[in-house]
DNA sequence: ATCATTATTATGTATATACATATTATGTCA
DNA sequence: TGACATAATATGTATATACATAATAATGAT
């Protein structure tokens, strides 16, 4: 047995990590208690306690009280993807950043957007439609419609030196959000303003924020679809 | 010091973030350090250290040793997906999971895979092709390329009633993994094996999984356009 | 002044202790 | 047997204390 000299949680996780990864704590089995691994690892209880609870944030750990903890039987991992500013992200792959305003005006909400919204159909709400350019080529195409009774002091923003979506994460930052991502065929509309084919394919992320009892905003963020996000996990 | 109730640090944390949402700790602003807070919170230190802790992963406060702990200018903040077994992801939506075995055979390795799994070209390679289906209709078509090197038992699994993908996850799990998403045009193969219109917009995840100097194996997940990837953050 | 050294300080971690809480196992009574 | 109360137990959290570490601020030497 390999008695660890070690006493910190980095390292007593990473040995746990290890006995999981090669199965010596195969999926599914039950562990040993906190005690008895304080024992082990010549450590207190809550070393191996931090150790414990962030395996279990992980998700390559479950832990029930007074049942045990157990390896997890499908480490159903997570991704996780980074929703950078698009000018950070253009600007991050070497891209010189444009913003090109396309249309900026209070309309009444439609259906769709009122209902993903929870708001009545026919509110007023702002609409902004604006196309981020890297390297003078489109990159995004973003549709948004703002809940002027969130965030009443966009009415009167131009967005000549700002994108809507700068200036909302700096206003109303820390908001809640529902994001999706999904694939679709260009229509025609958005077709012309990415510069691709009709019926070309575009990669769709939509976003919904709201603080709490409050929606912010809707954004419909369209790729063309040879856009890729990547992570690592 | 009244009679207060237990000083949990998931008040504190709630509290905390409440204040940096009402913008009470405006974005980039330094905070008090934890000492004061304890005061404030009537609570030990290491409570009020849990809580900024937790929020500083979750990315809302930025922590450095002695410069104190301040609000993220830009809270660039990260959605996580899960990555679920496609079994799972069906049956959790109400739908009856079934699973076609394409193909299941030794092949040398293309350019393009060899070349993303850093493995030589022309290498042999267990190429497995399958069909997820969600009552009777095709949710996810998977083609996968595993290194035997890597996970040789598996040159001898027929895959007639687990899935690769769940063999893997079994028998290999809790390795690294990169993963992409984007969108494309279904190829011929593509659309015929997910019953789509040849180029139909698909909805493609790729995940590239591998341990410390060691590729496991690479798959292309590809799903009707329709599909939707959602997650709350 | 400039640079290197040291002191200071806020966060980071470890520990013993105590009690809370959820859940399971057990025992009791009808 | 079955319903229900009760004990047992593993994890969850809070606390005081102590020391570690990183980064800044202050200090001194050149």
Redesign the interface.
């Known amino acids: 047995m390999t008695a660890s000299a070690r006493k910190s949680f980095h390292a007593i996780k990473a040995e746990m990590?290890r006995r999981?990864?090669e199965r010596v704590w195969a999926?599914g089995a039950l562990i040993p208690g906190e005690e008895v691994l304080a024992v082990e690892f010549d450590c207190a209880r809550a070393t191996v306690n931090r150790a414990l609870q962030e395996l279990a944030r992980g998700g390559?750990l479950v832990r029930k009280r007074k049942a045990g903890t157990r390896v997890a039987l499908?480490?159903?991992?997570?991704?996780?993807?980074?929703?950078?500013?698009v000018r950070?992200e253009i600007e991050n792959k070497g891209g010189i950043y444009q913003f090109r305003l396309l249309s900026n005006q209070v309309e009444k909400a439609p259906q769709s957007i009122a209902e993903r919204l929870g708001l009545a159909k026919g509110k007023a709400m702002l609409h902004v439609r604006s196309l981020h350019l890297s390297n003078s080529k489109p990159y995004q195409y973003e549709d948004r419609w703002v809940n002027l009774d969130a965030v009443p002091s966009i009415r009167h923003e131009t967005f000549e030196t700002i994108s809507p979506n700068e200036w909302l994460?700096?206003h109303s930052?820390?908001?809640?959000?529902?994001?999706?991502?999904?694939?679709?065929?260009a229509d025609p509309e958005e077709a012309a303003i990415l510069d691709v084919r009709e019926?070309?394919?575009?990669?769709?992320i939509e976003r919904l924020t709201y603080?709490p009892q409050k929606p912010i905003t809707y954004v419909r963020m369209i790729?063309p679809?040879?856009?890729?996000?990547?992570?690592?996990?």
């Not at 499908?74 to 500013?85: S, Y």
């Open positions: 990590a999981i990864a999926p390559v499908h480490p159903m991992r997570e991704a996780r993807f980074v929703i950078p500013i950070q994460v700096t930052p820390f908001s809640q959000a529902e994001i999706v991502f999904h694939a679709a065929l019926r070309d394919s575009v990669f769709i603080l790729h679809g040879s856009h890729r996000m990547v992570t690592q996990l």
